[in-house]
């Protein structure tokens, strides 16, 4: 609820680009509010499935942080969900392959599930200054 309450505030050029990047596809996405890896990690896709008339990626999200850091983090998620869904990418196993490729550090090295994306974390770094210029203007 407090996301759809902040939805006019999430729309920075980054963050409708990712929307717009996501309806191009015939990707589904679902963000939930939840922990992951209890608590270790802020934000998961827990789930990639699907065929080829539709996928579906689901998102979950630690809602106890601040509204924009919040929005940023979403951000982040939903910029995975659009790495996942620009391939032929339909199940876990296919996303783990995915990240192995484009991924960062221990991942793309085979040492960990745990998969991250230097894009990914541009994305979220790029949501947060457009909400502080837009709160400072």
């Not at 608590?39 to 106890?64: A, H, L, Q, W």
């Not at 793309?108 to 457009?130: F, S």
């Given at each position: 609820?407090?996301v759809?309450?902040?939805t006019?505030?999430?729309?920075?050029?980054?963050?409708?680009?990712?929307?717009?990047?996501?309806?191009?596809?015939?990707?589904?996405?679902?963000?939930?509010?939840?922990?992951?890896?209890?608590?270790?990690?802020?934000?998961?896709?827990?789930?990639?499935?699907?065929?080829?008339?539709?996928?579906?990626?689901?998102?979950?999200?630690?809602?106890?942080?601040?509204?924009?850091?919040?929005?940023?983090?979403?951000?982040?998620?939903?910029?995975?969900a659009?790495?996942?869904?620009?391939?032929?990418?339909?199940?876990?196993?296919?996303?783990?392959?995915?990240?192995?490729?484009?991924?960062?550090?221990?991942?793309?090295?085979?040492?960990?599930?745990?998969?991250?994306?230097?894009?990914?974390?541009?994305?979220?770094?790029?949501?947060?200054?457009?909400?502080?210029?837009?709160?400072?203007?």
């Amino acid at each position: 609820r407090r996301v759809t309450d902040k939805t006019r505030d999430a729309f920075t050029t980054t963050f409708r680009s990712l929307i717009d990047a996501i309806h191009a596809t015939n990707g589904i996405v679902t963000v939930q509010m939840g922990m992951c890896a209890s608590g270790r990690f802020r934000s998961c896709v827990t789930d990639v499935s699907g065929n080829e008339r539709v996928r579906t990626v689901r998102i979950k999200v630690d809602p106890r942080t601040t509204d924009n850091r919040l929005i940023a983090t979403i951000a982040h998620e939903l910029h995975h969900a659009t790495e996942i869904l620009a391939e032929d990418v339909r199940d876990a196993n296919g996303a783990l392959a995915l990240y192995r490729r484009i991924g960062s550090s221990d991942c793309k090295k085979g040492l960990t599930d745990a998969c991250e994306t230097d894009a990914a974390l541009a994305a979220e770094a790029r949501v947060l200054e457009e909400l502080y210029v837009r709160a400072h203007q």
